[in-house]
């Protein structure tokens, strides 16, 4: 069974940073893109940054610029460098894959059980 496992999060000061991880396990499963997204308290989950199986990245418009998104050699993993937090980014984070590598569209999509980022002022 696949499962997405994050760790990472935590309570951090406006300016800090944290770095998300994010790992397939329980499989073979050679995810094509791989994604972050996030949800804040009364708000829909927002796309942060995605990464596909090539390496192409894109990011949400707040994060631009301060995060940064990469993958590991293997690809089963994804990682989250949030630079310059700010309290707009808290929120809990989730990790999302889809694949397998070489179908398009995908046919499975697996998420994370999310990890807490606090941001406070």
């Known amino acids: 069974q696949v499962q997405l496992v994050e760790s990472g999060g935590g309570t951090v000061q406006a300016g800090e940073s944290l770095r998300l991880s994010c790992v397939v396990s329980g499989s073979d499963f050679k995810p094509n893109a791989m994604r972050w997204y996030r949800q804040a308290p009364g708000k829909e989950r927002e796309l942060v940054a995605g990464i596909r199986s090539g390496g192409d990245t894109n990011y949400g418009d707040s994060v631009r610029g301060r995060f940064r998104i990469s993958r590991d050699n293997g690809g089963n993993g994804v990682y989250l460098q949030m630079n310059r937090l700010k309290p707009e980014d808290t929120g809990a984070y989730f990790c999302?894959?889809?694949?397998?590598?070489?179908?398009?569209?995908?046919?499975?999509?697996?998420w994370g059980q999310g990890t807490q980022v606090t941001v406070s002022s």
């Open positions: 999302n894959a889809d694949g397998p590598q070489g179908f398009d569209p995908p046919t499975k999509e697996y």
